[in-house]
DNA sequence: CTTTTTTGTTTACATGTGTGGTCTTGGTGT
DNA sequence: ACACCAAGACCACACATGTAAACAAAAAAG
């Protein structure tokens, strides 16, 4: 069972642009990030290389360019990060983390609202 | 407004040891982080000196050993730990982020669970 | 076919991190 | 007073990260 690699900040900027519309070209990634966050194209290659690397991507030729796509699954990446982040401010804390969390975030839409409120109850339910 | 210096993983574990309970001497850190991490010593001096250049820590002269303390409170770094995090998985996947999170999570106990539906019932109230 | 362009590969380089060794100096015990 | 030891200061070193330039190979263009 491999977890999914440590995908760093800058690289998870990367995957987001693959996970969007795979596969995509260094080309594409490039456009996207070269406006969003003002990286040169030297950038995107180099992180999409590592990502490449450490096989959180795949690719495959394409005549003279590379179609990336990704090699872990969105969900997969998400799952790693939050034990990563619980495994930092430690599962004490995180009551206070969620709070923070909901309140920054936009407000959720009513079925997010219904799900998260439905894991409450079983969860309060085992009580 | 400064926010709180960058803290990393390993920084971390130094820093919940301190947050425990404060002022502690290096000796103290080591001890238990030694124990719980295997770290030698110097390690453990390294991450106390870095904290406290970071501005992490405090520290007074007590005699020939040092008291540290915390300079940033524990909640703030969990905020902004949570900020980090949040920015890396986009605030899109925050939901699934939070099924995990709860669901991965020891038993909540009824007072968190009633903390946390009160946050839902006045995000849900608002839309 | 040669020039230009595109795209991937190699190299770079400062800073951060994980993990510790060594040096120095001020207390402490005798 | 003096030797010794522990505590902090300074040094080390490999790997990660952010950010990119330089280079090479191959395709497109003329």
Request: aromatic share 6%; proline share 6%.
């Amino acid at each position: 069972m491999k977890q999914p690699p440590q995908i760093s900040s800058s690289e998870w900027k990367v995957m987001e642009v693959v996970w969007e519309d795979p596969p995509v070209t260094a080309q594409q990634v490039s456009d996207v990030l070269g406006e969003r966050e003002q990286w040169k194209p030297q950038t995107v290659k180099t992180l999409l290389a590592r990502l490449v690397k450490k096989g959180a991507l795949a690719y495959k030729s394409e005549g003279r360019r590379f179609h990336y796509t990704p090699a872990v699954a969105r969900e997969q990446a998400v799952v790693a990060e939050t034990e990563s982040f619980l495994d930092r401010i430690s599962r004490g804390s995180l009551v206070p983390a969620l709070q923070h969390l909901v309140q920054t975030t936009r407000p959720l839409e009513t079925e997010e609202i219904e799900a998260l409120r439905e894991l409450l109850k079983q969860k309060g339910d085992k009580v």
